[in-house]
C-alpha cells in the first residue's frame, strides 16, 4: 500500500496542516457572526440582512483585486511561500479587531475585510505553489486534499464553536446569553491560527512553473483575452454562479429563521464540515480520471437543489434542514478543489498563479453584489435570496455545459 507521503508531496501536506488549523480558527467564530452581529444590532433588528450583506460582501469583494495582483506578483518574482505566509499572518492578526466590536459592528466588518485581504494576499501563490509541487495528473487529488484539510479544520472549530455554545447558551433567545462569550471565542481562536503560521516555515520555494532565467522565463499574462476560450467561458459561468452564491451566513440565519436554536444551527453547520471534510479527496482523485467539467455540473446542478430547497422549506418541516446542509457539502467537495485544478491545468505558460489570481478575483468581485443582493432580498422575504441563488446556479450550468469542452487538450 502506497506511504501517505508518497502520496502527497510535502509541501501539500504542509499547507493542508496550515489550512486545518486556519480553519479551526476561522470556524470557531464564522457561525457565530450572523448571531453577534444581532446582538450588537439589538436596537436595530430590521437592519440584519442588509449589515450582513455589506458585512460579507465588502470583506470580500474590497480585497478581490488583490487576488489577481499577489498571483502576478508570485509568478513575475517565482515566489510562493514569503507572500503566502504574509496573507495567513494577516488574517490571524485580524482576529483582533472583533474585540472591539461591542463599539459597533463596522469593527466585525473590518476583521472582516483584513482578514479577507490576508486571503486575497495568499491564495493564488499558495494554489501555485501546490500545483507546482505536484504532477499535472494528480493535481485534482493534491487540491482535493487540500480542500478536505480545509473542511476537517472547518469541522473541528465548528465542533468547539458548538461546545462553548452550549455552555454559554441562553434558552430563552436560542443563541449566547452576552458578548463575553463570544469574546471567549475570539481570544482562542488566535491560538491556532498562530501555530497554521508556523507550518508553512517548512514549506520549500518551487521557483515558479518556468524553467530558465529571468529573461528566459515566460512573463505572465494580465491579459485576460489571449487566455484559452475554456478559461474564459469558466471565468463568466463562474461569475454567474457567485452572483447567486450568497455568503453562508444567509444560510445559518435561515436555519435559525425557520426556528432551529443556535446550538442545532452549529451541529448542522458541523454535518456540512464533515462531509465536505470527508469526500474532498476523493472527487479531487476522480476529477483526474474522469475530467473536470462532469463533477462542477454536477456539484452546480446540487447547488442549485440545495438552495431551492432552503428558500421553499417551511418552519414545519424544518427538520429537512438535516438532509440538505450535509448535501450542501457534499456540493463543495464536488467542487471547490476541482475548479483550481481546472484553472491550474490550462493556464498560460508562466501564468499559473496570475491565472488562479484571476479566478479568485472573480469569485470576490461577484460576492459583493451576491451578499448585498442576499441582504436586500432576504429583508424583504427570507426565502428569496435562496431562489435566486439557485436559478443563478442553472443559469451558470448551461454556460459551462455549452461553453467549454469536456477535457483540456493534453499539453
Known sequence: MMRFRDRYNRNVILTGLTSFFTDISSEMLYPLIQAFVAMVLTAQKALLGPVLGIIEGVAE???????????????????????????YSLSALSKVALFAASLGWYFVLLSRFVDRIGKGIRSAPRDALIAESTPKELQGRAFGFHRAM??????????????????????????????????????????????????????????????????????????????????????????LFTIGNSSNQFLLLRSMDLGHALSTVILMYIAFNLVTAALSSAFGSLSDRIGRKSLLIGGYLLYAVVYLAFGFIATGTNWLLWAFWPAYGLYYAMTEGVEKAFVSEIAPAGSRATALGFFHTIVGIGLLPASIIAGLLFAFNPAAPFVFGGLMALIAVLVLGVGVSARPAKA
Open 61 to 87: 469583494s474590497s480585497a478581490s483585486l488583490i487576488k489577481v495582483f499577489a498571483g502576478y506578483h508570485s509568478d513575475r518574482t517565482s515566489s510562493r511561500k514569503a507572500p503566502t505566509i504574509a496573507g
Open 150 to 239: 480545509d473542511f476537517a479544520g472547518a469541522f473541528v472549530g465548528a465542533l468547539v464553536c458548538y461546545l462553548i455554545v452550549e455552555r454559554f447558551l441562553d434558552p430563552a433567545t436560542g443563541t449566547l446569553r452576552d458578548l463575553d462569550a463570544f469574546y471567549l471565542l475570539f481570544a482562542v481562536s488566535i491560538v491556532p491560527a498562530v501555530l497554521g503560521v508556523g507550518f508553512l516555515l517548512f514549506t520549500r520555494e518551487t521557483g515558479g512553473d518556468a524553467i530558465g532565467t529571468e529573461t528566459e522565463r515566460p512573463r505572465p499574462n494580465l491579459n485576460i483575452a489571449k487566455y484559452d476560450p475554456r478559461l474564459k467561458t469558466f471565468f463568466i459561468a463562474q461569475l
